[in-house]
């Protein structure tokens, strides 16, 4: 049985039937996400890129078989005579390259582009892990939002409900319910965007783990941001530039180009073969006419190229050119590497200070909007837009410090796929984060 179908099997005794945290969708993506898959797939052929150059530098050995009838005629001493007569032969032909530098940049480059395959396919299942958990996220923040927005609806509808009762008892303004109902539908409006934005979100994860979860597990209420390991940047970027899957598959892509242009000079060298051939036939032509022969051959063949009416030479100056241009592009890839390593280590730090300022923001609001709901009712201070205004403010700073945290999280991700470590162990630190089921349909 194959390794994830197994691990599946067990994580699905082990789970609950209808949850799902980031742990079991990474194990679901790698058992039958088609995005995963497919990478999978393209690793097997490009491993067998070794074969593939290895067997230019192996015997190459062809057999033929004929079997003719044969109908003419035959003018001798003027006496015509009809022919007609069986043709019959089979050979065996060996061919072993001694000398031939093409094979041999051939056969590196088998090894180079299965090399290849392996560090695209590091970078792709990186990569995967981390649209994953985007996609993973961004249905935690849909569903997060609709909370928050029905929250907020409820809480206008009550305002909406008491600036009426106050302009029955005469204390109410008609501005005052027509702001309300403002604020009110505006807040319906939003809804019905954040249960929209749900229903896309869960259709962007079933792509990738080929089926839609009714619940997944949210983030827990208590959320630690721990100090990284390295602290130092340029540790970080060191090992980047080292370990980076993306890098290291553009190295291999800028050996092979170069290779390539060794390849195509080899084109003015001699090459130097080894050939033996066994050959059976009966009446093989005219001259042996009822004749049976067997024999066999063996030699050295030599082939040297003299003019090709100049293809060698500018498939050469074609491949030198491209290999320029895979060393610009391996520069290239190590720029984006150290800017996204940098990015994402700055948004580990900030926004952890973002997550505590957020958290003190979300506890001053929610103090705020009582004492201007005390106002309000009571003591004439707070007026119905302070309410209301006050209810968005709470709002925006629950739904900014739920995305903080998640941003948080995205980064630590990115940040060990930058360097090339993004793994079962990274997934499983992110997924102590979540706990709590949560529904994510409408």
């Known amino acids: 049985m194959d390794r994830h179908c197994l691990l599946f099997c067990l994580l699905g005794l082990a789970l609950p039937a209808n949850a799902m945290d980031l742990k079991q969708a990474w194990d679901l993506l790698q058992y039958q996400g088609p995005i995963y898959k497919a990478a999978v797939h393209e690793k097997q052929a490009g491993g067998e890129n070794r074969a593939i150059g290895k067997a230019g530098l192996l015997p190459q050995i062809n057999a033929s078989a004929y079997n003719n009838k044969v109908n003419g005629s035959q003018s001798q001493n003027n006496i015509d005579n009809d022919l007609h007569y069986d043709s019959k032969g089979a050979n065996v032909r060996l061919r072993q390259p001694l000398f031939n530098k093409q094979k041999m940049a051939e056969y590196r480059q088998g090894q180079q582009r299965a090399d290849y395959s392996n560090a695209v396919f590091d970078a792709k299942s990186q990569d995967a892990a981390v649209r ?72 962007k994860l079933e792509e990738y783990i080929g089926e839609t979860p009714e619940s997944l597990t949210t983030l827990r209420p208590t959320f630690d941001t721990p100090p990284l ?7 970080w970027l060191v090992k980047a530039q080292a370990d980076s899957p993306l890098i290291i598959a553009r190295r291999y892509s800028r050996d092979l180009a170069e290779e390539e242009v060794k390849r195509n000079s080899a084109g003015h060298w001699p090459t130097l073969d080894f050939i033996a051939g066994y050959t059976a036939g009966e009446s093989q032509s005219l001259s042996e006419l009822n004749q049976r022969n067997h024999y066999g051959s063996v030699g050295l063949e030599v082939n040297i190229p003299l003019y090709s009416g100049g293809g060698v030479s ?55 909007l009582l004492s201007t709901r005390k106002g309000f009712k009571e003591g004439g201070t707070s007026t119905n837009s302070d309410v209301l205004n006050a209810e968005e403010l709470l709002f925006v700073a629950r739904h900014d410090l739920f995305d903080a945290k998640l941003r948080y999280l995205m980064s630590r991700l990115r940040l060990a796929s930058s360097v090339g470590s993004l793994g079962d162990d990274d997934i499983d630190q992110i997924n102590n984060y979540l706990g709590p089921e949560l529904l994510v349909t409408k």
Do not use: H
């Open 229 to 235: 390991l390295p602290s130092n940047l340029q540790d």
């Open 132 to 203: 994953l958990a985007e996609s993973y996220f961004d249905v935690l923040l849909a569903s997060e939002t609709i909370t928050l927005a029905k929250s907020k609806l409820t809480a206008f509808d009550e305002q909406l409900a008491s600036a009426k009762r106050r302009m029955e008892l005469g204390a109410g303004t008609v501005t005052d319910i027509d702001e309300s109902t403002a604020r009110r539908d505006l807040a319906e409006a939003e809804l019905i965007e954040a249960q929209d934005n749900l229903v896309n979100a869960r259709r």
């Open 314 to 368: 500018a498939l050469t100056r074609q491949a030198s050119a491209n290999s320029d241009k895979a060393l610009d592009e391996l520069d290239a890839a190590r720029q984006e590497v150290i800017t996204g390593t940098t990015r994402e280590y700055q948004g580990i730090l900030s926004g952890a200070k973002r997550i505590r300022a957020l958290e003190k923001a979300v506890a001053s609001n929610e103090r705020s």
